[in-house]
């Protein structure tokens, strides 16, 4: 029943430099905050939405972190 992760969440958890880490895994971790569960095996799509985007976001200046396989 969990299919985002968002600014809205109430147990939302940022890293202590500000940024925010999102765990996707068909595994629940240790501490489930910024998990998003997928099925073992199967594609999942990954997407980003901006509502009421500011110009670094349409102008393309800003750039999303990588996705990083830790497994």
């Given at each position: 029943?969990?299919?985002?992760?968002?600014?809205?969440?109430?147990?939302?958890?940022?890293?202590?430099?500000?940024?925010?880490?999102?765990?996707i895994?068909?595994?629940?971790?240790?501490?489930?905050?910024?998990?998003?569960?997928?099925?073992?095996?199967?594609?999942?799509?990954l997407?980003?939405?901006?509502?009421?985007?500011?110009?670094?976001?349409?102008?393309?200046?800003?750039?999303?972190?990588p996705v990083?396989?830790?497994?």
């Open positions: 029943g969990i299919y985002k992760v968002g600014d809205r969440d109430k147990d939302l958890v940022l890293d202590e430099d500000g940024a925010l880490t999102i765990t895994s068909a595994e629940r971790p240790a501490a489930p905050s910024n998990w998003l569960p997928c099925l073992k095996g199967q594609k999942f799509y997407m980003f939405r901006a509502y009421l985007p500011t110009e670094p976001v349409l102008d393309g200046t800003i750039v999303l972190p990083v396989r830790t497994s």
